[in-house]
């Protein structure tokens, strides 16, 4: 997975050591102890979601409770990327499939997934799983998320970089790229998407958490969002659309974890004090390179 890697400070290629990343030009990069590497120069980067918030996301994840997304995440790569028979294939099919599949995986190198603002890899992980062929990338600034994202897949590495700035990554190198609930740096997604690769991106409607958001004051879903989704990602031409809702019956310490794990975290008003059901309600977007 590292052969896509490219060195921030001179866009090299970057070589695997025991304990570094190093580029021709001697930009090495040091393998930390939690499993990360550190690709990012020059501006202060954010610092991303706080420790707090990722103990928050981890045991909300952890409770199956956005398993739905996860699970169509999943089911998207099976109808994309593995051959099915009118739709659906009998699992001996699919199987032989999936065998078929990865063969020519092996013969033209595995196919890379890269989650951009990954969190703690928790969608990168079941992609993963669905496509045994592939290896996977985790792209975020946090440290406390790439701590566990690093340790989420063994098929997944994990960097720190500026998603925002130059990506260090190769032109061209990458199969599938994830984009969920995180910030979108188009030109640079269109850069490093093969030309045939597939973007993935899933936002929150109108209705995700309206409930809570009601009873609670939170953050509310920008109204113009698609059109700003639509202008971050004018160098994509949309492939398909899918609006998923589930319910959620959280306990009071899941609606605080739900709450705690997202932006919501920074908002002194926003404390859940008792049980609540609320809809969780996304838009799954696939892209194609224009």
Known sequence: ?????????????????????????????????????????????????????????????????????????????????????????????????????????????????????????????????????????????????????????????????????????????VDLLLNVFAPRNGAQMRRVLKPGGLLVVVTPTERHLAELRDQLGLLAVHPSKAERLAQELRDFAPAGEQLLEWRLDLTAAEAADLIAMGPNAFHEQARATAAVTCTASVRIGTYRPR
């Open 1 to 173: 997975m590292t052969d896509a890697l490219r060195c921030p400070v001179c866009a090299a290629p970057l070589s695997l050591t025991p304990t570094t990343l190093r580029c021709p030009h001697q930009h090495s990069f040091d393998l930390n102890k939690h499993g990360y590497v550190h690709l990012a120069t020059g501006r202060k980067l954010p610092e991303g979601d706080t420790p707090a918030m990722v103990a928050a996301r981890t045991a909300f994840l952890s409770a199956a409770h956005y398993l739905p997304l996860a699970t169509a995440l999943t089911h998207l790569v099976d109808h994309e990327l593995v051959d099915v028979v009118d739709g659906v294939s009998p699992p001996h099919d699919r199987d032989h499939q999936r065998e078929a599949g990865a063969r020519r995986d092996r013969a033209a190198g595995r196919p890379l997934v890269v989650d951009l603002g990954a969190g703690t890899g928790y969608y990168l992980a079941a992609v993963l799983d669905a496509w045994p062929a592939a290896q996977g990338l985790a792209f975020d600034v946090s440290k406390a998320a790439l701590r566990r994202a690093a340790k989420a897949h063994p098929r997944a590495g994990a960097v720190l970089a500026d998603t925002w700035g130059t990506l260090p990554l190769a032109d061209g190198s």
